[in-house]
T-cell receptor, first 112, second 114 residues
């Protein structure tokens, strides 16, 4: 069974810092990997989708990389802002399945 | 463009009661999903519908039934609610290309079973 781990579980940084969130998965036979943002009491907002054949995707201040062979993905947030405070979830779609396998998330707090 | 909508937003049930959670999407997506989110467990798939007219079990289907009413709507039914079904329920959909493309999530239904 695909296991997805996110490190750290929680992170607090001052505004303006660049930061990296990590995601690892146990089975490299994946179809794609998706990063989400979840605000307290809200639904999930899709941030970036990386297909298994891709190495990275960028959207604004966000950059996600994928190293399928080592089972790792990182989400890089540049010049963090207090509005970036949220929980970030990594989810993997395996070749053999239809369900996204989610990590437990990294709770990010950006302080002014 | 509303995306994925869910009703109700909140619900409190007593053990043994039944209810149906409604989900609709207006993106003309083929595939729809029901997940539950529990503290410390992450999100887990309950059921999914790869296309209109088909449904399949996910990781945690026990105690639930689903109906893909049409291309837009996918409902989740709890026939006899149990406290273990207290959770936040999310509906999601994915578009052209079916189950293997980006999934979009609704705002969730927060269910408490007492």
């Amino acid at each position: 069974k695909q296991e997805v781990t996110q490190i750290p579980a929680a992170l607090s940084v001052p505004e303006g810092e660049n930061l990296v969130l990590n995601c690892s998965f146990t089975d490299s036979a994946i179809y794609n990997l998706q990063w989400f943002r979840q605000d307290p009491g809200k639904g999930l907002t899709s941030l970036l989708l990386i297909q298994s054949s891709q190495r990275e995707q960028t959207s604004g201040r966000l950059n996600a990389s994928l190293d399928k062979s080592s089972g790792r993905s990182t989400l890089y947030i540049a010049a963090s802002q207090p509005g970036d405070s949220a929980t970030y979830l990594c989810a993997v779609l395996s070749n053999s399945g239809y369900a996204l396998n989610f990590g437990k998330g990294t709770s990010l707090l950006v302080t002014p | 463009n509303a995306g994925v909508t869910q009703t109700p937003k909140f619900q409190v049930l007593k053990t043994g009661q039944s209810m149906t959670l409604q989900c609709a999407q207006d993106m003309n997506h083929n595939s729809m999903y029901w997940y539950r989110q529990d503290p410390g467990m992450g999100l887990r798939l309950i059921y999914y519908s790869a296309s209109e007219g088909t449904t399949d079990k996910g990781e945690v289907p026990n105690g639930y039934n689903v109906s893909r009413l049409n291309k837009r709507e996918f409902s989740l039914r709890l026939e006899s609610a149990a406290p273990s079904q207290t959770s936040v329920y999310f509906c999601a959909s994915s578009g052209v290309g079916g189950v293997r493309v980006e999934q979009y999530f609704g705002p969730g239904t927060r269910l408490t079973v007492t």
